[in-house]
């Protein structure tokens, strides 16, 4: 089943922004990605480097860690904020992940855009 999804859904030529600050779940989302053929990546530890991207190249997609670091916005803020931004990425499909979700959070993330 997993094979038969690669084969349909091909990121070759994908623009990918991956926000992770932790670089071991930056490797597990990189590799994620390759497996559906994704090699064009723009990385981001941290917030500031994230919104820094998003005003650089056209997008693809998104992929974005819910908590980013202690005592900054997160990544709900960070999407909230591209969203609002007017910049040509600002509807780049976006996809947030996390290791633990609250309903609080599902809202967030849905209200965010």
Known sequence: MLANLAARIQLRK???LLVEPNSQG???LSQ???GFGATGFVKAENYEEARQAVRGD???LIVCEGALQPDEPDGYDFVSELR???LPNAMA???I???HTSRRNVARVRDCG
């Open 84 to 86: 609002r931004s007017g």
């Open 14 to 16: 994908a623009s990918i």
């Open 32 to 34: 994620v990605l390759m």
């Open 97 to 99: 992940v996390t290791s």
């Open 93 to 95: 499909p976006v996809i």
């Open 26 to 28: 930056m490797n597990v």
């Open 58 to 60: 056209p997008l693809d």
